[in-house]
């Protein structure tokens, strides 16, 4: 089982950046970004492909976060940009073992999680 572990939340006025980062222990495939905020579920963020070369991102983050990869390092970062209150949430990273064409939105086909990074927007 791959292990992946989140990295880069804290604490960030509106307006601000964070970047995350999620270093898997092997190899993977597409693999994603989801968000669960208090008293909600948890919902798609972002996704990117085993290559890179495709990318999908919820509408709620569209033109403002950046997911990418680098797999020579097995990692995989979100960039968040222009951050609001209501990006506040513990962000978890999710990798696929299957090697799919493309990207992966769905939660219940992801099947290595993270423990998740607290990220907090204060206004």
């Known amino acids: 089982q791959v292990q992946l572990v989140e990295s880069g939340g804290g604490l960030v006025q509106a307006g601000g950046s964070l970047r995350l980062s999620c270093a898997a222990s092997g190899r993977t495939y597409a693999m994603g970004w989801f968000r669960q905020a208090p008293g909600k579920e948890r919902e798609f963020v972002a996704a990117i492909s085993w290559s890179g070369g495709n990318t999908y991102y919820a509408d709620s983050v569209k033109g403002r976060f950046t997911i990418s990869r680098d797999n020579a390092k097995n990692t995989v970062y979100l960039q968040m940009n222009s951050l609001t209150p209501e990006d506040t949430a513990v962000y978890y990273c999710?990798?696929?073992?299957?090697?799919?064409?493309?990207?992966?939105?769905?939660?219940?086909?992801?099947?290595?999680w993270g423990q998740g990074t607290q990220v907090t927007v204060s206004s």
């Open positions: 999710a990798a696929d073992r299957i090697p799919r064409i493309g990207v992966v939105t769905a939660a219940y086909e992801y099947v290595c």
